[in-house]
């Protein structure tokens, strides 16, 4: 089955950046649609960024011209570069399709933005 770990989360102050890392396996991530969610206390988990196939992404307006999803062919790995952090943004982030494969969702990796 198609699995993703996440890794990179961390404790950073408002305004800091951090990037998080989606290794993939059992799906090729270059021929794929990946997406980065977050799931904040006591909210839905949300779709805050994809990237296709193609190359193209989109992201949430909450995120837009903040985060950035790219991906490394090479490592078979999605990432999130994360800027200018909020402490709205204090969330657990994971990766999936953007159609979610609902027995592929990783551990998630623990985002903390302090104010």
């Known amino acids: 089955q198609v699995q993703f770990v996440e890794s990179g989360g961390g404790l950073v102050q408002a305004g800091g950046s951090l990037r998080l890392s989606c290794a993939a396996s059992?799906?090729?991530?270059?021929?794929?649609?990946i997406g980065w969610y977050r799931q904040a206390p006591g909210k839905q988990r949300e779709l805050v960024a994809t990237?296709?196939?193609?190359?193209?992404?989109n992201y949430a307006e909450s995120v837009k011209g903040r985060f950035t999803i790219s991906r490394d062919n090479a490592k078979n790995t999605v990432y999130l570069q994360m800027n200018s952090l909020k402490p709205e943004d204090t969330a657990v982030y994971y990766c999936?399709?953007?159609?979610?494969?609902?027995?592929?969702w990783g551990q998630g990796t623990q985002v903390t933005v302090s104010s």
């Open positions: 059992r799906i090729v991530v270059s021929i794929a649609d």
């Open positions: 999936n399709t953007p159609t979610p494969l609902r027995d592929s």
């Open positions: 990237i296709t196939s193609r190359g193209s992404r």
